[in-house]
């Protein structure tokens, strides 16, 4: 049969309000709405980087076009100007010179059709880079949210963990001046119910949560002498008796 000080019994019930506190401090600290905004945020952050990626991909592709496209044009520009140079010097035949002639109107033609390719495909580029500079932009304007949520956030953890501090302090007091074999009972049974392990008696009425008891049960609750420790039959709460207010 465990036995404690009715003075320990008592101060088992402050144990438990701190220990209740605390784990609403914790539960709030997890649950805090800003975490689901940052979680939001940084998911958003993910998807843009991910799509810069593809985008800096096709920006790359492109730009290998457009390099294609001007060595196109330049090489056509250049088998011009070497026939253009062979006519202007007078050193070929009126047949060479015909000929010559016939392939610069052609290669005039291949330009202005590499040209326009080239204008396509630089027109395609910009546009590329327009989008990828956008993502940019818009990974620069989230990331800068998620700092000011994620300082928001620290603050309002900051508060919390110093109430938590002040409440571990309340509870290592507390627990300093209770019989240890008290409370490793009271641990155990918090342990095992998930959290509560103190109830407060007033008379028949149970105080932190609503517990029934037999009529019997509950004369041997009251009849038990005042250093005993009573628990519950069916969850093992520790009862403490307390004077009906």
Request: aromatic share 2%.
């Amino acid at each position: 049969m465990t036995t404690a000080p009715v003075a320990d019994q008592h101060r088992l019930l402050d144990i438990q309000t701190l220990d209740t506190r605390a784990a609403k401090l914790a539960h709030q600290r997890r649950t805090l709405r800003v975490l689901e905004t940052i979680a939001e945020l940084e998911s958003r952050l993910e998807d843009l980087r991910g799509a810069q990626v593809e985008e800096r991909t096709v920006v790359g592709d492109i730009r290998r076009e457009v390099a294609k496209a001007e060595s196109d044009v330049e090489q056509v520009r250049q088998r011009a100007a070497r026939h253009q140079a062979r006519l202007d010097s007078g050193a070929v035949s009126a047949k060479e010179a015909q000929a010559l002639q016939a392939e610069l109107e052609q290669l005039a033609r291949r330009q202005g059709d590499l040209e326009e390719a080239e204008l396509e495909v630089m027109e395609r580029l910009e546009e590329a880079e327009s989008r990828l500079a956008e993502l940019g932009e818009q990974e620069a304007a989230i990331a800068a949210d998620v700092a000011r949520h994620v300082a928001a956030r620290d603050a309002e953890w900051s508060t919390i963990d110093g109430q938590l501090e002040s409440v571990a302090r309340e509870r290592a007091a507390a627990a300093d001046q209770t019989d240890a074999g008290l409370l490793a009972l009271y641990d155990r049974v918090r342990e095992r119910t998930g959290g509560l392990a103190a109830v407060a008696l007033y008379g028949s009425r149970t105080e932190g949560t609503q517990l029934d008891f037999s009529l019997t049960e509950l004369d041997a609750i009251h009849s038990a002498p005042a250093e005993q420790v009573v628990q519950h039959e069916d969850y093992g709460y520790i009862i403490v008796r307390m004077e009906p207010k």
